[in-house]
């Protein structure tokens, strides 16, 4: 069994040598009695929430941030097949994504970690993707979170990723008016290609975010979808319209640093009487059918198209995380395992 292990705590930037490649010999087997699962990971999915997984708890640490051990495998979300099963809800043969190890087969609690597939008429990654974690982080955070009305102004950031990239495309969808930021003219040429973005630009490139802000949206945002935080949080809030909605997503350009940037323009959550709001994905599962039967079809149709970087082995693991935090992904980052 191949796997990716946590080598210790990491403070700033992770690297590919915070995590190593071993191999155990030992055959994983379900234990007599278990009612766990046995599971061959086909897909793992590259997160920048595991991160906050690598960060030695502290009293600030979040309850659903389950830290990593030193000296184990890696987890994560993924896509696996059930080789052996001792829970009376899964079997032999069934496909599920959810929280899994970064390794070849993993023993799973399952009915705590995983969800079961039963579109398989798309591609498998997919659920690493739009039709996993990112995927109802994107709907829950646009459609709950920002309320969204037709022809209102829509600001993201880290609009290429993962998650920014099926926001875009569900504001466009509903008839609004959005640009992204992203930092490579790759990313900035997919938004306006591929996406139909009304605008998009390189927000490294950029020597004054204000005024970019205000080159594209001259009357101001309704809505914005924050994935980045710091400077681009700053530049952003005296340019929102009055009433309108912060949805807090992820903040990743603090992630790394040892002490967060302050932000100055708070006063204008005041003045302009807007809305932040934060939201974290896990406790919004309850909506992941209505999502499918929203999402589902308009992929189908193609009315949405996701773009996806999927890199082979498990040994790219370590990498394709780093790359995250360098912006190295265009679209969800995945790798196959199996
Ligand atoms: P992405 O696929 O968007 O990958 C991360 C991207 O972030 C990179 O490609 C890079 O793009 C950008 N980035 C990295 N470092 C910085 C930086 N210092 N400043 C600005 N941009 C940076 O990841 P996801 O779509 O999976 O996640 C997007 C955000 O959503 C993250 O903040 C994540 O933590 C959050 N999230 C929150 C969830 C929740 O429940 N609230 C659930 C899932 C994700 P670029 O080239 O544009 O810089």
Same mark, same amino acid.
């Given at each position: 069994?191949?796997?990716?292990?946590?080598?210790?705590?990491?403070?700033?930037?992770?690297?590919?040598?915070?995590?190593?490649?071993?191999? !155990?010999?030992?055959?994983?087997?379900?234990?007599?009695?278990?009612?766990?699962?046995?599971?061959?990971?086909?897909?793992?999915?590259? #997160?920048?929430?595991?991160?906050?997984?690598?960060?030695?708890?502290?009293? #600030?640490?979040?309850?659903?941030?389950?830290?990593?051990?030193?000296?184990?495998?890696?987890?994560?979300?993924?896509?696996?097949?059930?080789?052996?099963?001792?829970?009376?809800?899964?079997?032999?043969?069934?496909?599920?994504?959810?929280?899994?190890?970064?390794?070849?087969?993993?023993?799973?609690?399952?009915?705590?970690?995983?969800?079961?597939?039963?579109?398989?008429?798309?591609?498998?990654?997919?659920?690493?993707?739009?039709?996993?974690?990112?995927?109802?982080?994107?709907?829950?955070?646009?459609?709950?979170?920002?309320?969204?009305?037709?022809?209102?102004?829509?600001?993201? !950031?880290?609009?290429? @990723?993962?998650?920014?990239?099926?926001?875009?495309?569900?504001?466009?969808?509903?008839?609004?008016?959005?640009?992204?930021?992203? @930092?490579?003219?790759?990313?900035?040429?997919?938004?306006?290609?591929?996406?139909?973005?009304?605008?998009?630009?390189?927000?490294?490139?950029?020597?004054?975010?204000?005024?970019?802000?205000?080159?594209?949206?001259?009357?101001?945002?309704?809505?914005?979808?924050?994935?980045? @935080?710091?400077?681009?949080?700053?530049?952003?809030?005296?340019?929102?319209?009055?009433? @309108?909605?912060?949805?807090?997503?992820?903040?990743?350009?603090?992630?790394?640093?040892?002490?967060?940037?302050?932000?100055?323009?708070?006063?204008?959550?005041?003045?302009?009487?807007?809305?932040?709001?934060?939201?974290?994905?896990?406790?919004?599962?309850?909506?992941?059918?209505?999502?499918?039967?929203?999402?589902?079809?308009?992929?189908?149709?193609?009315?949405?198209?996701?773009?996806?970087?999927?890199?082979?082995?498990?040994?790219?693991?370590?990498?394709?995380?780093?790359?995250?935090?360098?912006?190295?992904?265009?679209?969800?980052?995945?790798?196959?395992?199996?």
């Amino acid at each position: 069994n191949k796997q990716v292990i946590f080598k210790d705590y990491v403070t700033g930037f992770p690297k590919e040598s915070d995590m190593q490649l071993t191999t !155990s010999t030992t055959k994983l087997k379900l234990p007599q009695g278990s009612t766990g699962v046995l599971v061959k990971n086909l897909y793992l999915s590259s #997160d920048p929430w595991t991160r906050a997984h690598m960060t030695k708890a502290s009293s #600030d640490t979040p309850s659903y941030i389950k830290t990593f051990t030193p000296g184990s495998p890696m987890t994560g979300f993924g896509v696996a097949k059930v080789l052996e099963s001792g829970d009376a809800n899964f079997k032999q043969g069934d496909l599920v994504w959810g929280i899994t190890g970064w390794e070849e087969y993993s023993l799973i609690n399952a009915t705590e970690s995983l969800v079961k597939i039963h579109n398989t008429d798309v591609p498998l990654s997919y659920y690493t993707g739009i039709l996993g974690m990112p995927g109802l982080t994107a709907y829950v955070g646009f459609y709950e979170v920002c309320s969204p009305k037709k022809g209102e102004t829509v600001f993201i !950031s880290a609009a290429a @990723g993962a998650v920014g990239q099926l926001v875009g495309q569900f504001a466009k969808l509903m008839g609004c008016y959005v640009v992204g930021s992203a @930092g490579s003219k790759e990313k900035v040429d997919l938004l306006k290609n591929k996406f139909g973005f009304d605008g998009a630009f390189n927000y490294k490139e950029e020597p004054n975010l204000d005024a970019a802000l205000k080159r594209y949206f001259p009357e101001g945002i309704d809505i914005y979808f924050e994935n980045v @935080g710091g400077k681009m949080l700053d530049a952003v809030l005296p340019n929102m319209k009055f009433r @309108g909605r912060i949805g807090v997503c992820g903040m990743i350009s603090q992630y790394n640093l040892e002490k967060p940037e302050g932000v100055h323009n708070l006063m204008f959550l005041l003045t302009r009487e807007l809305r932040m709001q934060g939201f974290v994905v896990f406790n919004y599962y309850h909506l992941y059918e209505k999502f499918l039967e929203t999402v589902l079809p308009d992929i189908k149709k193609g009315k949405i198209t996701p773009v996806e970087e999927v890199v082979e082995g498990l040994e790219n693991a370590p990498s394709a995380l780093i790359g995250l935090f360098a912006g190295r992904n265009v679209g969800k980052q995945a790798v196959v395992v199996s």
